[in-house]
């Protein structure tokens, strides 16, 4: 397009740019640098008021208090929080492709029947916002009255299993389910509201490659004696892979910052051991009302988001040369 | 002139993409080969399965909102509870916390808050996505990084140079509103929700913009069109789906904001919104609700976003697919 007013073209941009960027500057990069400042301060609610004293410099404290889980809070460990949630991200994703991979492979059948039927049923947790899906499932898992424990106290009567055995504390239990795994019962049922969330979206992106592969090659492949198995590998898996990656590195960022399953489900419990960066930075401000550690913690988190980005941005690089 | 040409292009393209359409079903289309009937039956049994787990909580929540008998709690899984109304919705609809605000108010607060974030990010997005998608000129690279960088950072991070920020604004003796504080309006929230909803906004639209062929537009200048009356005639036109799910996202994000509602809000009943009655009735500070009536409530929350979704759902995925994953 350089050859459309070549001379006038930044003046142009920047015709089109300057709304955007103006308000941008007041209400999202200055903010930005703002909170660095106050990342540097004891800002609390003593200081929240236009007449009220400014709060102090206090250079790096906030930071070291961070690292060092000195806040006084109950449960804080930076790093254990950090873990987990990388963790919770990667299990995610991982579960939710191979399901939504397996679904659409199951609904590319030829010949199986009422297929428009199930896609338009299964897009159904898409549509709703989070906050809704989040409360619902915070009263799913609920010891006494939840529709899981329920639900399992009339398939345990199938199998003659006592209802008692199911008034189980999904999101409160301490003591781990799997002995060797350090994951609390609570992690278990948010995997699970997660994943009935997550897992059709990346079932839509799946089909759209699916459909995408010419059936001829399935039919040569077939010809050179390939079977369900080498089918999936050679064809299946090659189309797959270039839809899916990208699509799960999105999931992936998708699923770390996911606030709100977290929050209303387990609040981070318990004991802190399902906190996320988004729930931790949340409790700072709304419950403690510690603004200068939320500041210095938010700058924590820009950097691990940034790494995490730098690191898939080599990441799909490195497969793009090697599809290519 | 310039625009009958335009128009032209447009119904070409139009008709490009329904060409393609076209080829993407008949591809669907044939589907004639027969399925040996144990394994049809096998593979339906396993769809019915995976059906019922993805209706199951929607179910419950529906028979939840149905059980008269407004009990704290509800008594095992009955998928049309015993004597069956419509009592809690009517209830939650008068009085949804015990604040002296009802449905239609919160209501009211929400959608002003949608419709201000989606039409506003989409309005000041689009010149700018134009500008990424089409125009070389210095500083792209920095300010497009500087947007990415935005993106990635989840709204919760920006809440306290926000809530510090928009504290300090305030104007005493405004006509009709008194003294205003703009971080305890619905205008502060919108402008919070706006500062990340807009680098959204932006580079959604330019990864669509990207799609629209640029032969478009060196034709409408061969034939002596501006850039201005080329974006306004032959780009923005095409845009529309992209702009009408953009915007639609946006509202869903204005419909339903909690982080900075919530702390913004705290205490202004009269600008209460959905999220927040919603975060009294279970969040972590609430007091005891009856299940039927959080249920009702998160039905009329939901269902207006969750419809007018489902109808668009087939654009906004594409779209997403286009936005999300390019960058």
């Known amino acids: ?324 | 002139m310039s625009a009958g040409i335009a128009g032209g292009w447009q119904s070409n393209a139009l008709a490009l993409r329904g060409r393609l359409m076209m080829r993407l079903r008949g591809r669907g289309g044939d589907d004639e080969k027969r399925l040996p009937r144990t394994r049809q039956a096998v593979l339906q049994a396993l769809c019915v399965f995976i059906a019922f787990t993805v209706l199951f909580p929607i179910m419950w929540v529906f028979s939840l909102a149905l059980d008269p008998r407004a009990l704290p709690r509800p008594e095992g899984l009955n998928l049309i509870p015993p004597g069956a109304s419509l009592r809690s919705f009517i209830e939650v609809i008068q009085h949804p916390t015990s604040n002296p605000i009802d449905f239609l108010g919160l209501a009211k607060n929400s959608f002003i808050l949608a419709i201000s974030t989606a039409l506003f990010s989409v309005a000041i997005g689009v010149s700018a996505a134009y500008a990424f998608s089409r125009l070389q000129f210095r500083g792209r690279q920095i300010l497009m990084l500087g947007i990415l960088a935005v993106l990635m950072l989840p709204p919760v991070v920006t809440i306290v140079p926000l809530y510090l920020q928009f504290n300090q604004i305030r104007l005493e003796d405004v006509p009709i509103f008194g003294d205003v504080n703009l971080r305890r309006s619905l205008a502060g929230v919108a402008l919070a929700v706006i500062s990340g909803l807009l680098p959204f906004a932006i580079w959604n639209l330019k990864g669509y913009l990207d799609t629209i062929p640029k032969e478009l537009e060196e034709a409408a200048a061969v034939d002596g069109a501006t850039r201005n009356q080329a974006f306004r005639s032959v780009i923005l036109p095409l845009a529309v789906p992209a702009l009408a799910v953009t915007a639609f996202l946006g509202f869903i994000a204005g419909w339903t904001e909690y982080y900075f509602s919530v702390i913004f809000l705290s205490g202004k009943v009269d600008s209460y919104t959905l999220a927040i009655a919603l975060n009294l009735m279970v969040g972590q500070f609430a007091t005891q609700t009856p299940w039927s009536h959080f249920a009702a409530f998160a039905i009329l929350f939901a269902a207006p976003v969750s419809i007018v979704y489902l109808f668009l759902q087939k654009y906004i995925v594409s779209g997403l697919a286009v936005g999300g994953v390019k960058g």
């Open chain 1, 1 to 324: 397009m350089r050859n459309l007013m070549p001379s006038r073209d930044s003046r142009t941009a920047y015709m089109y740019l300057a709304p955007a960027l103006l308000i941008m500057a007041v209400i999202t990069f200055y903010p930005l640098i703002f909170q660095v400042y106050i990342s540097f301060t004891d800002f609390t609610s003593a200081n929240i008021q236009p007449d009220s004293p400014p709060a102090a410099w206090v250079a790096t404290q906030n930071y070291e208090r961070i690292l060092q889980g000195r806040l006084g809070l109950p449960n804080f460990d930076f790093v254990r929080i950090v873990l987990f949630n990388l963790w919770w991200a990667l299990s995610n994703v991982v579960v939710h492709v191979i399901l939504g991979v397996g679904i659409a492979i199951l609904l590319n059948t030829r010949g199986l029947r009422f297929k428009g039927i199930y896609r338009a049923l299964f897009i159904l947790p898409v549509v709703i916002p989070p906050i809704i899906v989040a409360t619902v499932w915070q009263h799913m898992f609920d010891r006494d009255n939840g529709a899981i424990n329920e639900a399992l106290k009339l398939v345990g009567i199938l199998f003659k299993v006592p209802p008692e055995s199911f008034n189980i504390y999904w999101l409160q239990q301490v003591q781990d389910p799997i002995p060797f795994l350090p994951l609390p019962l609570a992690y278990f049922a948010l995997l699970a509201a997660n994943t009935w969330l997550g897992w059709p979206l990346n079932s839509v992106v799946a089909t759209g490659a699916l459909q995408s592969i010419p059936r001829e090659l399935y039919e040569a492949a077939e010809m050179d004696g390939a079977g369900p198995l080498q089918k999936f590998r050679n064809v299946t898996y090659i189309f797959l892979r270039p839809a899916m990656i990208p699509y799960a590195i999105y999931g992936f960022v998708i699923t770390f910052n996911l606030f709100y399953l977290t929050y209303f489900m387990t609040g981070g419990g318990p004991f802190g051991r399902t906190e996320l960066l988004v729930t931790q930075a949340y409790t700072l401000v709304y419950s403690y009302q510690l603004y200068g550690v939320a500041a210095a913690f938010g700058v924590f988190m820009f950097f691990i988001l940034l790494a995490i980005t730098v690191f898939f941005n080599r990441l799909t690089k490195a497969t793009a040369s090697y599809t290519d």
